[in-house]
């Protein structure tokens, strides 16, 4: 709480502010029963009952739905009717109005927009004790950010009634925060000149403290009851305060008994040095207080409770503190069959249209692939392209988005202007590139029609044309999505008008500048759901004093969330926060809320009711959370069990895993008309594939299914190994260039190439990543054409480059076609070399690539018994008496080259290795090893048993790689719950972690 050395709001000897009546309504029976019954009570035996005279303020608006209820309820039990009362939260007492020079009150955006304005044009060197730094660029961004913080503070110090400058004339003399608070007045002062001249509005924070001291109440209204809201803002007491002093009857209807009546101050709010000395004596502490270990076990608890009553709905209420619990709670309750409705609903920015609209704005800001792929993978987006796209053929989302991220994996285009030469340069042979071109030149044309025309009247028109193929959608997407929009039309329409009051200004923002600002607000509209007959509500907090129920759940009590703590606050550190001339929240006066609230939820199911409490131990992203200080208001003798209750261990069943599937992926379940795909080839890269991960193979080489990575801006290693390997193709194939043996002259012939193809490749400005990674290249390169020269020296004759060993050297193995390519052959005398091209940091050993001395004893239960065989030792200095070891193949790439070129090749003998272009100057060379019968006819039988298990199928066995798994969207990391491998040979069982 505030020291008490601090300066009183209300100093002695200045006038006590007017107080209202007080009553207390006894905790032994739920507050929104008893409330209703004391209004119906008050009102008399005068029927039909009539309190529409009446303003009740509460704390939320659902608790207002809710007490109109009652009281219709409780009329109806009394075979009368009742005209309800206004019953609204304490805002309604400080709605702002008009100045006195009757400019309207700015709007959210207006202010917003007038803070970017003025932080664009003002001088940060002037404001140095606010701004010691300058940002890296004071753009909109910047000052958009900057606006969105002032806007916050002055929203949290309009909640009593102060501005900027405000605070500075109550901060103590030398008070260490007093230069940055002159900047802040300062800086409001020129902000508020600005809202007034440019849009013509004026500050809403002001007008709000205006009607609070100025307190007018609705027309026909002539007395106030608040019920039930121990924490009103100090502005609404204000308000209160002022029609007290105008003679308006306040009562303020306080929920505990009589007895505690010096625990409460004049307006129902507890007191500190009360309810800090107050303990909780929660019943049956140790079985009502349960502790999971996640917010998975809070679920499974509520469901089971749930479940356990015939009619949950009647007696059942679950308060969901924590507001990232409420969806889980709601979903996981609906997948059981049981209603649940979460009063607060959803937000726009929770919904597709708000994505659209976002994706728009991205598009708008950056034209590049990334947010145009996005934004064409929106439904409503492809059913505009279906009926927009000016081509031969119709829009189809599956071929032309697989060419937009084909053309984008290949060139990687900077701008959708580079994305669209690229499409057209390969469309007369690359299926769908015609049709993905056509797509982006009508975003292009979107982009264009945004930028130019005035915004207002241009994105209505858009919109209305791009939702126009609404009805393609399902019925019920559909449905919402409209809904959606029709809750949000209206304020879009509003904030695109009053963007265009600042426009006339002169401000020429840009349209992704505008239609950012629009974001914020739109996304903020509430959507209103109708609430499931006999549905459980799923309260918040301060709402929990308002339910009836007499089985409460409190799902999520933690602290930070209850009692809530705000820590850090750049502008309202606690030494400011405590100061009671500025009448802030304070994280100490919410405690005391707290524990007030707890304790009345407690007495008032003491007698006949049940409270459960559960507290996790984790939040859903896995991080540890504490429980709440409220749980520990007890004596000292009780502490210590309660410590060792709320800190037990607890375990989870299972994997230890705070997260867990709804269900299992079936890959492999066959379509009803699917025709069986017959396999007839396998290439030599497949192999390595097989043995580390069947699932693996099945998925990316047999369903072809790839990773796009939509930010991917610089060639990836497989793209920059393909560079390189380009240009030695090049020198190659070049029937003069690959008989030199002059290095300078064979790394100029390397550096044309280089360039030649990365024009062809990335075009004529490419980013600069891709241009750090061209050097880069070139200077493994050039080492490379040291090597090269040094091998023409030696004697080795470049006889084959990307031979094609199904054509030139067949390989039939099993039953199918071995298929690759082998990126070069070259012959010394009697001897045959046979060359991998690999762009690595560092060396590899070509051996030990392929093949490993098995250490594990007994063979694994994976790889199959064909991949092991005895084989001498590795080793150059294995004498001629050495035993052989058991060795295991986890590559059969080379060893099958070699096995194919020995059928050609019978008396000469095979070399294979790699052409390393490492890194090091010094690693760029050729290293092979001699393969001998022995190695090929192990490799041949390995290989055999790999395709008869493919043939048959056998793809039921899946192995996470360590890093960089692509199919990690698929299992999530857990594949033994996520994937169930029965249609491919296997089964849950044959899941490896390892």
Not at 56 to 76: H, K, Y
Request: hydrophobic share 40%; charged share 25%; with cysteine.
């Amino acid at each position: 709480m505030p020291p008490a050395d601090q300066p009183e709001l209300f100093p002695a000897g200045d006038a006590a502010p007017p107080a209202p009546r007080r009553h207390f309504l006894s905790w032994d029976r739920p507050l929104l029963e008893q409330a209703a019954d004391w209004l119906l009570g008050r009102a008399g035996d005068r029927l039909p009952i009539d309190l529409s005279h009446l303003l009740v303020i509460v704390p939320t608006r659902n608790a207002g739905r809710r007490f109109r209820e009652m009281l219709a309820n409780l009329a109806d039990a009394r075979g009368t009717a009742v005209s309800p009362p206004l019953a609204a939260p304490p805002t309604i007492l400080i709605r702002p109005q008009p100045g006195a020079s009757g400019l309207p009150v700015a709007s959210e955006l207006e202010a917003t927009a007038a803070w970017i304005a003025v932080l664009e044009r003002t001088d940060l060197g002037s404001l140095r004790a606010l701004f010691p730094v300058d940002p890296p660029e004071q753009d909109f961004t910047w000052a958009r950010g900057t606006a969105r913080d002032l806007g916050a503070l002055k929203r949290t110090l309009g909640e009593a009634g102060l501005g900027f400058g405000d605070v500075l004339k109550r901060l103590p003399e030398g008070h260490e925060d007093t230069p940055r608070w002159q900047d802040l007045a300062a800086l409001e002062e020129r902000w508020r000149q600005y809202l007034e001249k440019t849009p013509g509005r004026i500050d809403r924070e002001p007008a709000c403290a205006r009607a609070a001291r100025q307190a007018r109440l609705p027309e026909g209204i002539r007395e106030v009851i608040v019920l039930g809201t121990p924490d009103p803002m100090p502005l609404a007491v204000d308000a209160l305060e002022s029609l007290v002093a105008a003679g308006v009857p306040v009562t303020v209807a306080i929920y505990a008994p009589d007895s505690l009546s010096e625990a409460f101050d004049a307006w129902g709010r507890p007191r500190a040095e009360t309810w800090l000395r107050e303990t909780i004596d929660l019943p049956d502490f140790f079985g009502s207080v349960q502790v999971v270990a996640n917010p998975d076990g809070v679920i499974e608890r509520v469901l089971d409770l749930a479940e356990a009553i015939e009619h949950p709905a009647e007696t059942l209420a679950i308060g969901a503190v924590d507001a990232d619990m409420a969806p889980l709670l709601e979903s996981a309750l609906q997948a059981r069959g049981i209603p649940a409705f979460d009063p607060e609903g959803s937000r726009v920015n929770q919904e597709g249209f708000h994505h659209f609209l976002k994706c728009l704005t991205d598009l708008l800001s950056r034209p590049r692939f990334d947010a145009a792929v996005e934004f064409l993978r929106i439904p409503v987006v492809e059913g505009w392209l279906a009926t927009t796209v000016d081509h031969t053929d119709r829009w189809q989302s599956t071929w032309g988005l697989r060419a937009i991220d084909e053309c984008h994996a290949r060139h990687l285009p900077d701008s959708l202007s580079s994305l669209r030469h690229f499409l057209d340069h390969n469309a007369a042979e690359q299926m769908g590139y015609a049709l993905a071109s056509a797509a982006i030149s009508r975003l292009e044309e979107l982009i264009a029609d945004l930028n130019e025309g005035p915004l207002a009247e241009r994105l209505p028109t858009i919109l209305r044309e791009i939702f126009a193929s609404l009805p393609l959608l399902d019925e019920s997407d559909r449905r919402w999505t409209e809904k959606t929009i029709e809750a949000a039309a209206p304020v879009l329409m509003r904030d695109l008008a009053q963007l265009d009051g600042f426009e006339d200004a002169g401000l020429k923002w840009t349209a992704a500048d505008r239609m950012s600002l629009l974001l914020d607000n739109v996304g903020d509209v509430a959507l209103s759901e109708d609430r499931p007959s006999g549905a459980i509500e799923l309260q918040g907090w301060l709402e929990l004093l308002w339910e009836d129920a007499p089985h409460l759940v409190i799902a999520g009590l933690n602290d930070g969330i209850v009692p809530e703590a705000i820590v850090g606050d750049a502008f309202l550190p606690d030494n400011l926060r405590s100061l009671r001339t500025l009448r802030l929240k304070t994280n100490d006066e919410r405690f005391v809320r707290d524990i007030y609230l707890l304790r009345a939820l407690v007495e008032s199911r003491r007698e006949s009711g049940r409270l459960d409490i559960l507290v996790p131990k984790t939040n859903t992203d896995g991080e540890p959370r504490r429980p709440s200080r409220l749980l520990f208001r007890c004596s000292d003798a009780d502490l210590p069990a309660r410590v060792a209750h709320l800190f037990r261990e607890v375990e989870l069943s299972g994997i230890q895993t705070s997260w867990s599937p709804g269900f299992a992926l079936v890959p492999g379940l066959p379509r009803a008309g699917e025709p069986e795909k017959v396999i007839e080839r396998i290439s030599v890269t497949d192999f390595s594939q097989y043995l580390r991960s069947p699932f693996h193979y099945w998925a990316q080489r047999l369903r072809r299914l790839a990773e796009i990575d939509p930010g991917k801006a610089e060639m990836d290693a497989l793209d920059f190994g393909n560079f390189c390997h380009a240009v030695l193709e090049c020198y190659g194939t070049d029937d003069q260039a690959r008989t030199w043996t002059d290095a300078s002259r064979i790394a100029a012939y390397f550096d044309a190439k280089a360039d030649e193809i990365a024009l062809a490749s990335y075009g004529r400005h490419p980013g600069l990543a891709i241009r750090m990674q061209i050097e880069a290249a070139k200077r493994r390169l050039a080492a490379a054409a040291e090597a090269e020269a040094a091998a023409r020296r030696d004697g080795w004759e470049i006889i084959a480059v990307e031979a094609r060993i199904h054509e030139s050297y067949p390989l039939p193995l099993g039953g199918i076609e071995v298929v690759g390519k082998i990126d070069r052959i070259e012959r010394r005398g009697d001897t045959i070399r046979v060359l991998d091209f690999k762009t690595v940091d560092s060396p590899k050993n070509p051996k030990r690539d392929h093949f490993v001395e098995n250490r594990l004893g007994d063979e694994p239960e994976w790889p199959p018994p064909y991949a092991f065989f005895d084989y001498l030792s590795l080793s150059s200095n294995s004498s001629a008496s050495a035993q052989p070891k058991r060795y295991r193949f986890h590559n059969l790439q080379l060893p099958l080259y070699a096995l194919a070129l020995s059928g050609v090749y019978r008396d000469q003998e095979i070399h294979c290795g790699y052409f390393q272009l490492a890194k090091a100057a010094s690693d760029v060379k050729p290293e092979t090893w001699v393969v001998d019968q022995a190695l090929l006819d192990a490799a041949k039988r390995c290989a055999e048993g790999v395709i008869a298990d493919v043939l048959a199928g056998q793809f039921g066995r899946i192995r996470p790689m360590p890093q960089n798994d692509p199919l990690t969207p698929w299992h999530l990391g857990v594949p033994e719950r996520t994937l169930d491998l029965t249609h491919l040979g296997g089964g849950r069982e044959h899941v490896q972690t390892s």
